[in-house]
């Protein structure tokens, strides 16, 4: 059983936009899923779809094998835990430290375990020392981290992340790849995110979901998916710096294996120039 799947779902927006057409998709367990498009492809309106904010025009979506229902839906809130795209529809509490404890507030925890997770959550993101400052106050980077650290603190089995790095500073982006990778190893929580920022995706992302128009246009692994350079710019994508440097090098005649991260490109490189047997 998927922890999330949709079979043929589609969704009209009430102006009749067709947002999404015919998608089948899955999560299994313990899963880095990257969904890659282009503005308007349809990220965020599947997103939404994975703990029943929409419910499909058509097509069905289940969470753990199970329809999203009025009965069910206060427990799927718990298990899919989603930070939206703009921190702004997220935030609303006077002090960032409450913002993060309303959601464990709201599970019902005691007053330590809130206070424990609230702690934890503000840390994995790095910004314990806001804690008492008003959100509406914060940069939007730093709002950024609120928002992810509020939904961290409610401890969901499927953490879904769109746009987690924009307006991110380089270091809070190698901070999220980092911590995104922990939650995954260590909590064995699965993570499905959204990015424009492709050369991020074969550092986290076990497997790629690519999206235009509404539909799904390819999926697969991340070389399977970087290989494709004619599908992804049709979807309006581009090929990651490190394998179009590394595809460039083997057309010109150097013998190197194909890489997709910055460590696998180190070693391939250093194998190429004979620094490596
Ligand atoms: N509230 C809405 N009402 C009507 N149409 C909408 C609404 N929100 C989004 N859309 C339309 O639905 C389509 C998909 O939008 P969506 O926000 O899901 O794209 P996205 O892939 O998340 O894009 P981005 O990369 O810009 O975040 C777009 O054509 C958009 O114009
Ligand atoms: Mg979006």
Do not use: W
């Not at 989603?82 to 702004?88: A, G, K, L, S, T």
């Not at 005691?110 to 503000?122: C, K, M, N, P, W």
């Not at 294996?257 to 047997?277: D, H, I, N, P, V």
């Amino acid at each position: 059983m998927h922890l999330i799947e949709t079979r043929e779902l589609c969704y009209s927006y009430p102006n009749r936009v067709t947002a999404l057409e015919k998608i089948n998709f899955i999560a299994p367990r313990n899963a880095r899923i990257a969904v890659i498009g282009s503005n308007g492809a349809g990220k965020s309106t599947l997103f939404k779809h994975f703990n029943g904010i929409f419910r499909p025009t058509s097509g069905q979506v289940l969470i753990r094998g199970e329809p999203i229902t009025k009965q069910n839906i206060k427990e799927i809130r718990k298990f899919v835990g989603i930070v939206f795209q703009n921190p702004d529809d997220q935030i609303f509490s006077p002090t960032v430290e409450q913002d993060v404890a309303f959601g464990p507030t709201n599970l019902g925890l005691d007053a330590e375990t809130i206070h424990h997770r609230v702690h934890e959550a503000l840390s994995v993101v790095g910004i314990e020392h806001l804690a008492p400052r008003v959100p509406h106050h914060l940069s939007g980077g730093e709002k950024k981290r609120v928002a992810i650290a509020g939904v961290i603190a409610m401890e969901p089995e499927v953490l879904v992340l769109d746009e987690p790095t924009a307006g991110l500073d380089p270091r809070g982006v190698a901070d999220l790849d980092n911590f995104i990778n922990s939650l995954s190893k260590k909590y064995g929580m699965t993570v499905i995110f959204s990015t424009h920022d492709v050369g991020l995706v074969p550092e986290i992302a076990d497997f790629i979901y690519v999206m235009d128009k509404g539909r799904i246009v390819a999926q697969g692994t991340v070389d399977e998916i970087f290989l494709q350079p004619d599908m992804l710019k049709s979807a309006r994508l581009d090929i990651p710096v490190i394998p179009r440097l590394l595809r460039s090098l083997k057309e010109n005649g150097v013998e190197i294996s194909m890489a997709y991260t910055y460590s696998g490109a180190e070693e391939s490189l250093l194998r190429a120039f004979g620094k490596r047997q």
